[in-house]
């Protein structure tokens, strides 16, 4: 069983930052690519960025392109979303999640973590 574990969110003010971080075990669980998705109250959980297992292949929602990193540690399992320049509609929960085979910027991903919390501020 893979197990995804978030960490990072918070409250900011507009134009502020935030580091997402997601860890996923065991490590055995070989070439994960792995994505944040966030949710926002009434609307859809949408596709935010990420990353193939490698690292070398990123993918970005138009909406964060520019103020928004992914990044990983590929030999700790870890992905990370850089958080920038962030806007009171970039409020949501975040979601990490993991899944084999080929990356992909829709929610079909079997593995999640609980989701956490980011809100920012006007």
């Known amino acids: 069983q893979v197990q995804v574990v978030e960490s990072g969110g918070g409250l900011v003010q507009a134009g502020g930052s935030l580091r997402l971080s997601c860890a996923a075990s065991?490590?055995?669980?070989?070439?994960?690519?792995m994505a944040w998705f966030r949710q926002a109250p009434g609307k859809e959980r949408e596709f935010v960025a990420a990353?193939?297992?490698?690292?070398?292949?990123?993918y970005y929602a138009d909406s964060v392109k520019g103020r928004f990193t992914i990044s990983r540690d590929v030999a700790k399992n870890t992905v990370y979303l850089q958080m920038n320049s962030l806007k009171p509609e970039d409020t949501a929960v975040y979601y990490c999640?993991?899944?084999?085979?080929?990356?992909?910027?829709?929610?079909?991903?079997?593995?999640w973590g609980q989701g956490t919390q980011v809100t920012v501020s006007s």
């Open positions: 999640a993991a899944k084999g085979g080929i990356v992909e910027v829709t929610p079909n991903y079997p593995y």
């Open positions: 065991p490590r055995t669980f070989s070439n994960i690519n």
């Open positions: 990353t193939s297992w490698s690292g070398i292949r990123t």
